[in-house]
């Protein structure tokens, strides 16, 4: 069973590091307008607003794969809705309040740093989700036998 859960908790830890790479060769490809210098010091200022996103996104996913491990419990890992929480608890609450400030803050033609953190957010909680399902089938194959 612990080689089960370790298993999950690596390629969620994975996922969360491919998807943090990808982030940054994102906001690396941005292009840049040139202008005068006000609006190079604009775009430097939301370069380290984008990096400074990056890496609570980094920290948020490295938290909630370390809540994964919460399921080596054996109360939580035989409980759906418990087992359900620490897959999917964090991201869920930090993906509502990354569209809770997109909402609050939307531009309809600029690509902004909160879309991006959204969509990258959304990619992160489908993986995890289909994650969650194997790892209920699995927990379903192990306690059936």
Same mark, same amino acid.
């Given at each position: 069973?612990?080689?089960?859960?370790?298993?999950?908790?690596?390629?969620?830890?994975?996922?969360?590091?491919?998807?943090?790479?990808?982030?940054?060769?994102?906001?690396?490809?941005?292009?840049?307008?040139?202008?005068? +210098? /006000?609006?190079?010091?604009?775009? %430097?200022?939301? !370069?380290?607003?984008? =990096?400074?996103?990056?890496?609570?996104?980094?920290? *948020?996913?490295?938290?909630?794969?370390?809540?994964?491990?919460?399921?080596?419990?054996?109360?939580?890992?035989?409980?759906?809705?418990?087992?359900?929480?620490?897959?999917?608890?964090?991201? +869920? /609450?930090?993906?509502?309040?990354? %569209?809770?400030? !997109?909402?609050?803050? =939307?531009?309809?033609?600029?690509?902004?740093?909160? *879309?991006?953190?959204?969509?990258?957010?959304?990619?992160?909680?489908?993986?995890?989700?289909?994650?969650?399902?194997?790892?209920?089938?699995?927990?379903?194959?192990?306690?059936?036998?």
């Amino acid at each position: 069973m612990k080689k089960i859960i370790f298993k999950f908790w690596l390629i969620n830890f994975l996922i969360s590091a491919v998807l943090f790479l990808t982030y940054h060769v994102v906001i690396a490809a941005t292009k840049t307008i040139d202008g005068n +210098l /006000f609006e190079k010091l604009m775009q %430097i200022l939301e !370069l380290y607003l984008n =990096i400074g996103f990056a890496f609570i996104y980094f920290i *948020t996913m490295v938290i909630s794969s370390f809540v994964l491990l919460l399921n080596f419990v054996e109360k939580i890992r035989n409980n759906f809705y418990l087992s359900l929480l620490t897959f999917l608890g964090i991201p +869920l /609450f930090c993906f509502i309040f990354i %569209i809770s400030n !997109l909402l609050i803050d =939307i531009r309809i033609q600029n690509f902004t740093i909160l *879309t991006m953190l959204a969509i990258f957010s959304t990619i992160g909680m489908f993986l995890t989700t289909i994650q969650f399902l194997l790892f209920r089938k699995t927990i379903n194959k192990i306690q059936v036998q």
